[in-house]
């Protein structure tokens, strides 16, 4: 039990990882944001297909019910790539990051009223934590400010992201996780197709390697194992332990981006990074 449990949390920590380089690559793509996810999802579908297809998973959506789900959970995800995108075009990688990771907190909140789950007052202090945490790295508020309007895209972008986790756990237990992504990918492929049409796309080939990068490493590869987490973790769960992306997203961002952490990204990382240390302890006990 001991060797499945910390094989999970291996999977889901390397698909955190894996996801916490959107920060720097949203940053870094010179592209409209709607259609930086359109060829986010193309590309990731295609991967996706390829890959399902390979391990020979089985694509059939079983029931109405369960497409109307992974449809509405899809937009939802669209909603939070393109909000989180926003995001880390007005502010930094840090805040654009941090922003979002008001989602623990969100999700702790209302996991009760999509599953039969009680409200759990650790979870509300561990994201209580996260939250001091991203208090503290934010800048004086100035409704005037891009950083100040790129954290409040973070936190709607954290919303929608809540949702669509929480959407997605019972699907989680029945789908394979790759197959669900690639569900989700195709159906905001052909959502998203307008913004082709209506924004310039006209230097999309000097974006193509980092395009490919985000579609195949922090789309089709990160998420697959971000959302086959919800079968062994409570979303509650998977959502405090990947707290730690914001972290690695920082990192990255340094190397890549020149952006220079504060003393308050150390701060307010480090509170981040403690929530993920208990929350992964506290799961291992269960």
């Known amino acids: 039990m001991k060797n499945q449990h910390n094989n999970q949390?291996?999977?889901l920590t390397i698909g955190t990882v894996l996801i916490s380089t959107s920060g720097a690559l949203g940053k870094f793509i010179s592209m409209p944001t709607?259609?930086?996810i359109w060829w986010r999802c193309a590309l990731g579908a295609i991967f996706l297909f390829l890959f399902c297809k390979y391990k020979k998973f089985n694509l059939k959506i079983h029931s109405k019910k369960d497409f109307s789900t992974i449809l509405f959970s899809s937009v939802l995800l669209g909603l939070h790539w393109i909000t989180y995108f926003y995001a880390l075009k007005l502010s930094n990688v840090a805040l654009?990051?941090?922003?979002?990771?008001t989602f623990p907190v969100i999700t702790a909140f209302i996991e009760p009223l999509f599953t039969k789950t009680k409200l759990n007052s650790m979870h509300i202090v561990l994201a209580l934590m996260v939250l001091l945490g991203i208090y503290i790295l934010a800048p004086e508020f100035n409704f005037q400010s891009n950083q100040v309007k790129g954290i409040l895209f973070g936190i709607l972008s954290a919303f929608f992201f809540a949702l669509r986790n929480l959407m997605?756990?019972?699907s989680a237990a029945i789908y394979n996780g790759s197959a669900l992504m690639l569900y989700q990918t195709f159906l905001l492929t052909i959502l998203l197709l307008p913004f082709l049409f209506i924004?310039?796309?006209?230097?999309?080939?000097?974006q193509y390697p980092y395009i490919i990068l985000l579609a195949l490493v922090t789309t089709a590869i990160g998420h697959s194992l971000f959302v086959s987490s919800f079968k062994y973790f409570s979303v509650?769960?998977?959502s405090i332990i990947a707290s730690a992306q914001p972290i690695y997203g920082i990192i990255i961002a340094f190397f890549f981006l020149n952006e220079i952490p504060t003393l308050n990204t150390y701060i307010g990382g480090t509170l981040i990074l403690a929530t993920v240390i208990i929350e992964s302890l506290r799961s291992r006990k269960k």
């Open 9 to 11: 949390l291996l999977q």
């Open 34 to 36: 709607e259609v930086i």
């Open 168 to 170: 997605l756990k019972k």
């Open 236 to 238: 509650s769960t998977a």
């Open 96 to 101: 654009g990051m941090l922003s979002i990771f």
């Open 199 to 206: 924004k310039d796309t006209s230097n999309i080939t000097t």
